[in-house]
Nanobody, 123 residues
């Protein structure tokens, strides 16, 4: 199983970016998917997550500015980042709760992480 992120970059304050994260490999089902971020010298924190039926949850610091969505047919989760601030500068990681079945039919649950994509917001 692999998660591949894209869409990061350098943007001025007030600008927008759209991050994408596509899951591939042996996947039977994906439950919740989410985005985390880690700024230099800080712990990784949850930005937003979304369940398989579309229920969303956001960190207070991004409510009203960021929007998480997913395309279940493409095993892809998105994060639209609007009204970006310099304090949003961080490496953004996607995360997914994945279920697959072994050849013998045994279900296996794992939580996969992407490699991270850098978002830099200049003032």
């Amino acid at each position: 199983v692999q998660l591949v992120e894209s869409g990061g970059g350098l943007v001025q304050a007030g600008g927008s970016l759209r991050l994408s994260c596509a899951a591939s490999g042996r996947i039977s089902r994906i439950d919740d998917m989410g985005w985390y971020r880690q700024a230099p010298g800080k712990q990784r924190e949850l930005v937003a997550d979304i369940t398989s039926d579309g229920s969303t949850n956001y960190a207070d610091s991004v409510k009203g500015r960021f929007t998480i969505s997913r395309d279940n047919a493409k095993n892809t989760v998105y994060l639209q980042l609007n009204s970006l601030k310099p304090e949003d500068t961080a490496v953004f990681y996607c995360n997914a709760a994945i279920i697959y079945y072994t050849d013998s039919g045994t279900p296996v649950a794992l939580r996969a992480w992407g490699q991270g994509t850098q978002v830099t917001v200049s003032s």
